[in-house]
């Protein structure tokens, strides 16, 4: 596997551990709101930064397509 495809793992079970969700819930969230492809894209800069900001990140990035 990939780089960031290990790290989209990573952030999948970090995001599943916090909000609480199943690993099928968190896969369905990702891919209709296309969570897959934002950490992909920006993997350079999230894989630097701490667990609690790539949640929040990541639910602000959410938030920002459900609008």
């Not at 599943?16 to 897959?36: D, H, I, M, N, P």
């Amino acid at each position: 596997m990939s780089r960031e495809g290990n790290f989209l793992v990573f952030c999948m079970e970090c995001y599943r551990a916090e909000k609480g969700l199943s690993g099928r819930e968190v896969a369905a969230l990702f891919s209709r709101f296309g969570v897959y492809d934002y950490v992909t894209r920006y993997f350079d800069s999230l894989h630097t930064t701490g667990v609690k900001y790539i949640i929040a990140d990541i639910e602000d990035y959410i938030l920002s397509q459900a609008a």
